[in-house]
């Protein structure tokens, strides 16, 4: 596949808005959510009975 | 063998092992996602009618399968913990929830995105759409049930029910493409025929779809260490984990 | 919050939940499970044809007339069995093509014509380059070139021996 630039890469066609808005969407929450895990791990072995940070 | 598995199966022998097969899940999940992303936008052409907007199938495909096949595997856990009465297979389907709970949003999420620029809407009661939007309920449902109920053991139970009764929904999910006229469009890999899709789409699917199994294992086995933790924080090997100094001197 | 309270929250929920859930379904037993009902489907007066209903098909090969007033389109939707003319006024989407798939919501008038007040394209699960899309168009052209020769040569007056 030839993009040929930086520009018709991200402009996806025309459909960039779409294409886009579902991979950072879908990175955000993902990474989110691996975040929250951390810090629960981290507040259950400092304290184990707290309740989780994570919702 | 079986002494194995049942070593295993308890939270004190799990926690650990979990904790040494986590890093190897994010590599994993890591290299796939790298090897599908750069297949899905580099390698995989355009499409005959969609053009670009259909390089969303990367992760709008692989998030829907994971948001069933999650449930599924969630349901058997909690089946196993109330029928066997084993906690850490309820810890099990417990820490699987809100991942699955995720890949079904994103499966919505991703879809309505695609749906606009394609069919034309954001969102249609097809029997598709709207029984992979009862998925997400069931998963909030099941998260709600067991956070309502304060004694762990009754919690799993409800939860139990609530997770298998909600099982009968993932066949209905897959086969409602077939079943009823929709407009989602039918399966473009399934195991009954040859696949409907270019081979390097395909192959960037699948590598997606392996980061996605990947990234769902490591995320399950990091919530099952703090359930783990937040649950047997009376019993006497978590105090000996996270006071180390205070066992140094025991055999 | 008390945990009590915590508690009859979360059960509020998990109630909510469930009952949405079932409300769901059970409104998609109400307007029921199929999305569109086919040409066929309309003429046989399957459809409730007081109210709005979907129509689904292909876009019928030559269809495709835009209005005078450049605002509506005609098309025709067919299952191959038969075939129901629409009129739609707005934005048609960009899959929407002759002999694709078609889904459009509206009211059957007394003229005979749907008047869609939606428009939606229903793809199909084929993914390709647009390479082997045009080899495959011109393949399955020859193939049908090759059948009116087989036709045309066939002695007339007998099925041709298979």
Known sequence: MEWGSVESFLSMGGRGAYVWGSYGVTALLLGLEAVLLVRRHRGARREPGAPGAEP | MAIRIFQFSSPQTFYPLAGRLIPLFWVLAALFSAAGLYTGFFVAPTDFQQGEVYRIIFIHVPAAWMSMFIYLVMAGWAAVGLVLNTRLSSMMAQALAPTGALMTFIALWTGSLWGRPTWGTWWVWDARLTSELILLFLYLGFMALQASIDDPRRADKAGAILAMVGVVNVPIIYFSVKWWNTLHQGASVSLTRAPSMASDMLTGMLLMALAFWMYAIAAALMRVQSIILERERHAGWVKDLLEPAAVKGSP | ?162
């Open chain 3, 1 to 162: 919050m008390k945990p009590r309270h915590k508690r009859l929250v979360l059960a509020g929920a998990a109630a909510a939940a469930v009952a949405l859930a079932v409300g769901l379904i059970l409104v998609a037993f109400e307007s029921n499970i199929q999305l569109f009902f086919s040409p066929t489907q309309v003429v046989a007066g399957e459809a409730p044809l007081s109210r709005t209903f979907r129509i689904g098909g292909l876009v019928e090969q030559g269809s495709v007339k835009r209005a005078e007033d450049g605002v509506t389109v005609r098309f025709a939707v067919t299952d191959t069995a038969r075939t129901i003319p629409v009129a739609y006024k707005g934005i048609l989407p960009d899959l929407f093509k002759e002999g694709k798939g078609v889904v459009a919501q509206g009211r059957l008038e007394a003229d005979g014509v749907f008047h869609a007040s939606q428009v939606l394209a229903k793809h199909d699960e084929n993914y390709m380059p647009p390479e082997a899309a045009t080899a495959l168009e011109r393949a399955r052209k020859a193939e049908s070139e090759s059948q009116k020769t087989l036709v045309m040569d066939r002695p007339a007056g007998g099925e041709a021996p298979k």
